[in-house]
């Protein structure tokens, strides 16, 4: 039955360890019930823009950070596809910009993606952090089911290493 319940698989990657634990885990995932992969790193530019009206940035420096930020996303993606191929897992990859909850939902929506993997949700403390956590809002807006993966779990990183 595993077989056929995921046929394509999405990571959203953010650049924490925690992401890239749930990497790991959609990898072995992908590849024990041969479902398609997908990663995908949204380049927050709302924040950016947030930061620039609230004058915490110039635009000069928000030119400099999203270069920056892009740079990082790239790396990202790069290490989730050397993951992938070291596991044998075809992976598809994309770098979006814009607000990531959003973008990660038009992606679902644009690939039949029928399991989204997401990093550790992080302990909200105020509402504040309720109302602006990516993760959050993913986990509840998605179309689709979520498994969220605890990066507290050094399990993975071992199953990972053993498969």
Known sequence: ????????I??????????MTAAMYAILLASASKASLHAVYVVNTKALGDLVRSRIFVDQEKAEFLSDLKKDAGRHIRHTERLAASKDVAIT?????GSPHKEIVS?????????????????IRSRRDELTSENDRMLRTSPCPVLVVRDSDDSIWQQFEEV
């Open 1 to 8: 039955m595993i077989n056929t319940l995921y046929r394509n």
């Open 10 to 19: 999405l990571v959203y990657l953010d650049g924490s360890e925690g992401s």
């Open 93 to 97: 990859t994309a770098s979006l910009e």
């Open 107 to 123: 992606y679902i929506k644009e690939n039949d993606i029928d399991l989204l993997v997401l990093g550790s949700v992080n302990a």
